[in-house]
């Protein structure tokens, strides 16, 4: 994958975390009783914010010293 496709997929990604963040939020500020929802949601979060530091350390090039 070449740094354009992967700035491509980092910026979607990004914008499935934001997402599921106000999602998150809506719900919780709503009294949602739906709690394993609520945790699928947040795991899911967590998953993409992994996957995105994995995406932006792949575009820092390698410095051979």
Not at 24 to 44: A, G, P
Request: negative net charge.
């Amino acid at each position: 994958m070449d740094s354009a496709e992967l700035t491509k997929w980092l910026e979607e990604l990004r914008i499935e975390h934001r997402d599921l963040d106000e999602v998150i939020h809506h719900l919780i500020s709503t009294e949602h009783h739906d709690t394993m929802r609520v945790q699928r949601l947040k795991k899911r979060k967590l998953k993409l914010k992994d996957t995105i530091a994995k995406l932006e350390s792949q575009l820092i090039p390698d410095l051979d010293a």
